[in-house]
């Protein structure tokens, strides 16, 4: 009997023989002889004070927070009356993370708050490290004797139920100022029996999950987390030699971030730096960053079969512990493309409801293998995506990950396509997402929903891995779809590495689609896509200076787009080919310009004529045309607001142009009053590129000015700011600029 002797008023009748220690038994025969054992009454004897605790590592460094909260939880202990709980506190988080050594540490500088000593149960050892719905019973009745003996008990007084057991504990440890630490607690239940009785005693439970229930009986959580940059640092530098983390600091702040900040991780690192292989921190660097096989390179050669120690194995508790439907979508998480996302990419990628997922989430949470960041998103770290991943591998169907893959991909093409038409319903676009937004709920549409630029800034580099996922799946027509919608951000925001990546997926998607397309229509929309991002990706090459691969590009374009016969494509392509033509030959530029007002008039695209006008204004002015640019660009600036639904973005970016040209003019005052404008215009709508193209110009025209110093410096320290927040190269001149103002 076990747990079942904790219930009051049952009764027993046993037929097997052996040792009952209740108060009497029946049987309807009796064979042989019977007797009666009664046992002595439990020795009192001399006082032993228990120092159980293993000994903290040699070296340890970090947590100072979570040592301080154990602090404020148990040093009011002191003032306890006899007969009130002890106080409990909880250290929970994913396994490996380092909540045993924390709690070694804790006791080991604690002692003189327990002066009738510290006692230890690792319950996880006396299961065996088994999976959560084992009856917990066996490991707390073992745990309860050692408990027993620790504190003097003869093991021939020990009894035989865990409710005897655990009132002679009670009795043991009253009027005594105890520690019991648990280790490897998964069930609340196991706690309970481990409670002491003696007044200022505490309880210090190490679990892998964070559990509600014990929290409700009063427990304090105090969450273990991986370690951050510091913490990491810190650790490295403390085994390694503080002198080798700065002679190779990036190299050592890359080996925290692939470890994820987890201590088991990081401690194979440090034996792997100081072992015999000669590695650096950079050698051992480079091989890490190949995800492959990362999780094999974080671990040691066991000297005894089967005591592997490496990250897979320290993950291995926490996994084990999942129930079914929960252990699937950390699985399959594992295959999602990126490590932060919501809750509806999680019911996509582990084919759940969304409710369904958000009650996984949280068991995942509680396991701290998933992590709730501050804005309804989970964050998985990337050593504990690559262990979920290899779980998957093993135990998921053959296709999953394709699968898994496809969802979230299509999941993403339908929310960035809904972002991109609620910014702006009448770009062009070439490639038919009919079909597939037919019917969707919209979130940019709802009442209180995201707004669509800053959820696309947010989502970006989730976006940006979610299109290389579907790249490297051969999906192609999904991530030719996905990358023409995601473009409209770059046209806010000029991430132009990302911009320039995201573009090259989507035309290698499009010729591979082309090529395998098994309908004309298909051939068609892939060959349009292609001619579309080939003069889109023409953009951020300028800005990168490079020129020739823009013309390749532009020339291709204007090859493909000419065979659809779409005018509307051909008029597009042929204003970004004057956007090049602008920096290498004006007049050939307002010629292109002047193609592309064409073909929009006569396809009837309103917006398009009037950006053509835009570009053709610049042009001019360019040339020094000065006053014919100056009615071009009022003309732009009148139809682009006259619009079914004005452009703003487009009109505030034509008031800048207008500003330059009165610069031009010598019309300074003029010049700056618009240009100022323009800037507050740009900024309102989020056309954060273009408005510090505006400070800039307002700059130059009141350096040229004289005696507006403030100005200027206020002009380029906002431009600035915008560019180095973009990457882009012209934030290092326009520091340049600034330093030498003094």
Same mark, same amino acid.
């Not at 804790?106 to 999976?131: I, T």
């Not at 001019?620 to 619009?643: G, M, P, S």
């Given at each position: ?98 909540? *045993? ?63 005897? &057991? ?180 999680? #019911? ?6 969304? *409710? ?28 504990? &995506? ?40 009448? &770009? ?91 309908? #004309? ?15 889109? *990706?023409? *953009? ?203």
């Amino acid at each position: 009997m076990l747990l079942a002797d904790l219930e009051p008023g049952t009764t027993y009748n046993i037929t097997t023989g052996g040792v009952n220690n209740g108060p009497s038994f029946q049987v309807g025969h009796v064979h042989g002889g019977v007797n009666f054992t009664v046992p002595s009454a439990y020795p009192t004897g001399a006082t032993v004070k228990p120092d159980q605790v293993p000994a903290p590592p040699v070296r340890y460094s970090n947590r100072v927070a979570e040592l301080a909260r154990l602090n404020s939880v148990f040093m009011s202990t002191a003032g306890h009356c006899e007969g009130e709980e002890p106080d409990v506190a909880m250290l929970w988080g994913v396994s490996g993370v380092g909540k *045993r050594a924390l709690a070694c540490k804790w006791a080991a500088g604690a002692k003189a708050l327990f002066p009738g000593g510290q006692l230890y149960v690792d319950l996880g050892g006396l299961r065996g490290r088994s999976v959560i719905g084992i009856s917990p019973g066996t490991d707390v009745s073992e745990g309860l004797a050692s408990c027993l003996r620790g504190l003097g008990v003869a093991d021939v007084c020990i009894p035989d139920s865990v409710a005897e &057991r655990s009132a002679l504990l009670r009795s043991r440890s009253a009027g005594r100022r105890v520690l019991v630490v648990l280790d490897g607690v998964t069930q609340a239940a196991q706690v309970r029996p481990f409670l002491p009785k003696g007044p200022g005693s505490g309880v210090l439970v190490i679990s892998p999950l964070d559990l509600g229930e014990l929290v409700a009986d009063g427990a304090r959580p105090i969450p273990v987390k991986p370690l951050d940059m510091a913490g990491g640092l810190e650790l490295l530098a403390d085994r390694c030699g503080a002198q080798a983390v700065e002679r190779e600091r990036a190299a050592a702040e890359r080996l925290v971030q692939l470890c994820g900040g987890l201590p088991v991780a990081l401690q194979i690192v440090v034996a792997r730096l100081l072992g015999g292989e000669g590695l650096d921190m950079a050698s051992l660097a480079v091989e890490l960053e190949d995800e492959a096989g990362r999780l094999a390179e974080l671990s040691l050669p066991a000297l005894v079969p089967g005591e592997e120690y490496s990250v897979s194995t320290a993950l291995g508790p926490s996994y084990r512990l999942l129930p079914p439907d929960a252990a699937r979508l950390y699985r399959r998480l594992g295959w999602a493309p990126y490590g932060l996302f919501d809750a509806g990419v999680a #019911a996509v990628a582990g084919s759940f409801d969304i *409710r369904t997922v958000k009650r996984l989430l949280r068991t995942l949470v509680g396991a701290g293998l998933v992590e709730k960041t501050g804005d309804d998103r989970y964050r998985m770290h990337d050593l504990i &995506r690559l262990h979920a991943r290899a779980c998957a591998a093993q135990e998921e169907p053959a296709g999953e990950e394709k699968a898994v893959v496809e969802r979230v991909v299509t999941h993403y093409v339908a929310l960035v396509a809904l972002a991109d038409r609620a910014i702006r319903e009448d &770009r062009l676009r070439c490639a038919d997402l009919s079909s597939l937004l037919s019917g969707a709920d919209d979130p940019f549409s709802a009442v209180g929903g995201p707004a669509p630029l800053p959820w696309l800034d947010a989502e970006h580099p989730a976006i940006l891995a979610v299109l290389r996922a579907a790249a490297g799946h051969g999906l192609h027509v999904r991530t030719y779809q996905l990358s023409e919608a995601f473009t409209v951000l770059f046209l806010h925001r000029r991430y132009l590495a990302a911009w320039k990546e995201s573009l090259q997926l989507g035309i290698d998607a499009a010729v591979a689609a082309a090529a395998s397309a098994e309908t #004309a229509g298909a051939v068609a929309e892939a060959t349009a896509v292609e001619a579309r991002l080939l003069s889109l *990706r023409s *953009r951020p090459l300028l800005d990168l200076d490079e020129n020739d691969l823009a013309l390749q590009h532009l020339e291709t374009a204007v090859a493909r787009a000419d065979t659809t016969g779409d005018l509307r494509l051909q008029a597009s392509v042929q204003e970004f080919f004057g956007r090049y033509l602008d920096r290498v030959d004006p007049r050939s530029a307002v010629d292109a310009y002047r193609r592309s007002l064409d073909l929009n008039t006569r396809s009837g695209e309103a917006r398009g004529a009037a950006i053509a006008s835009y570009f053709l204004g610049c042009a001019q002015d360019a040339l020094e045309d000065h006053a014919v640019a100056l009615t071009t660009l009022r003309e732009a600036r009148r139809d682009l607001l006259a619009l079914g639904k004005p452009d703003l973005r487009m009109a505030a970016r034509t008031m800048a142009a207008i500003g330059v040209v009165h610069g031009q003019l010598g019309e300074v005052e003029e010049a700056l009053r618009v240009l100022g404008k323009a800037a507050d215009d740009l900024h309102a709508v989020n056309g954060l590129h273009y408005e510090a193209q505006a400070l800039v110009d307002r700059a130059d025209i009141a350096e040229a000015a004289g005696d507006r110093s403030d100005l200027v410096r206020d002009c380029l320290t906002r431009a600035h700011a915008i560019y180095e927040h973009e990457g882009s190269p012209l934030a290092d001149e326009l520091r340049r600029r600034l330093d030498g103002m003094g």
